[in-house]
């Protein structure tokens, strides 16, 4: 499947359990901690975009997908952290 397409798949799917609801309860906390990753990798993207102009990249995978999507904001600031001081 080609990357676009998933993504689509994605955020087609958040947006039916957004419509819709979840009728059972730990498929509403994946679907929260679904959109709380997609909302992490736009500030991932956000970061990089902003970042460029001082040579500033932190990579989006897995990994830092899932940092993101349970540590919000402080995690894009631990992994920029991590990227400036360590890398």
Same mark, same amino acid.
């Given at each position: &499947?080609? =990357?676009?397409?998933?993504?689509?798949?994605?955020?087609?799917?958040? +947006?039916?359990?957004?419509?819709?609801? #979840? =009728?059972?309860? =730990?498929?509403?906390?994946?679907?929260? +901690?679904?959109?709380?990753?997609?909302? @992490?990798?736009? &500030?991932? +993207? +956000?970061?990089?975009?902003? @970042?460029?102009?001082?040579?500033?990249?932190? /990579?989006?995978?897995?990994?830092?997908?899932?940092?993101?999507?349970?540590? @919000?904001? /402080?995690?894009?600031?631990?992994?920029? @952290?991590? #990227?400036?001081?360590?890398?």
């Amino acid at each position: &499947m080609e =990357p676009t397409l998933v993504i689509v798949l994605l955020v087609a799917l958040v +947006f039916i359990l957004l419509l819709v609801g #979840a =009728p059972v309860k =730990p498929l509403r906390y994946v679907g929260r +901690f679904a959109i709380q990753c997609l909302i @992490g990798v736009l &500030m991932l +993207f +956000f970061v990089n975009v902003l @970042g460029a102009t001082i040579g500033l990249y932190v /990579p989006i995978n897995g990994i830092t997908t899932i940092v993101t999507g349970l540590l @919000g904001i /402080p995690g894009v600031a631990l992994l920029v @952290g991590i #990227a400036i001081f360590i890398i």
